[in-house]
């Protein structure tokens, strides 16, 4: 990235995969190597420093070599957790974030972002291929995480829900739609597999 703000990225994988088993997706591999590691390899290169969101097998994740943090709020609170977490504890002035369980993820994700948010003047850039957001992949202010607590605080733990209360710009992405597929399932897992 050449931008004068550097980026902390962020990957969450926080949740309890209750779609494949309940298993920790980002440790199940695909082709032969965790989904995390494909997350990581794509990710990676595009932020100043990356940070791991996981609330189980901290130390499968500290493996890859980067910081692991839990969710500071209890109860697998789904990714504005994670979000919470990492806007606490990233080191620079954005926070990106991806899923561990988006193994395609566009290489120039962030660059885009980063274009969307500073052309609009924004909170928060998310990504978007034609009628479907795609809320866990986005750039966001440091700066939020105030208003994110007070969110959090309220109960609230709809991302679009908080999104709404931001001045939000959503960046298109309809060139590389297939980019976004993320793994749920064992399904999924085997078609992508072929």
Known sequence: MSTTEKITGVILAGGQG????????????????????????????QVDELI????????????????????DIGGFAGPL??????LSRARH????T???DSPFLPADLVERLHRGLVAAGAELAVARTF?????VFCLCRRDVLPHLD?????????????YATLKIVEVR????????RNINTRDELNDVEK
């Open 18 to 45: 209750r779609r494949m088993g309940s298993v920790d997706k980002g440790l199940v591999a695909l082709r032969g190597r965790p989904m995390a590691a494909w997350v990581i390899e794509r990710f990676g290169p």
């Open 52 to 71: 791991i969101n996981a609330n189980q097998n901290a130390e499968r994740y500290a493996a890859f070599g980067h910081p692991v943090f839990p969710d």
């Open 81 to 86: 957790a994670g979000l919470h977490a990492a």
């Open 93 to 96: 002035p954005l926070v990106a």
């Open 98 to 100: 991806a899923p561990c």
């Open 131 to 135: 009628d479907q957001p795609h809320p």
């Open 150 to 162: 007070e969110f959090l605080a309220g109960g609230g733990r709809k991302i679009d829900f908080w």
């Open 173 to 180: 992405f309809d060139d590389e739609e297939a980019a976004f």
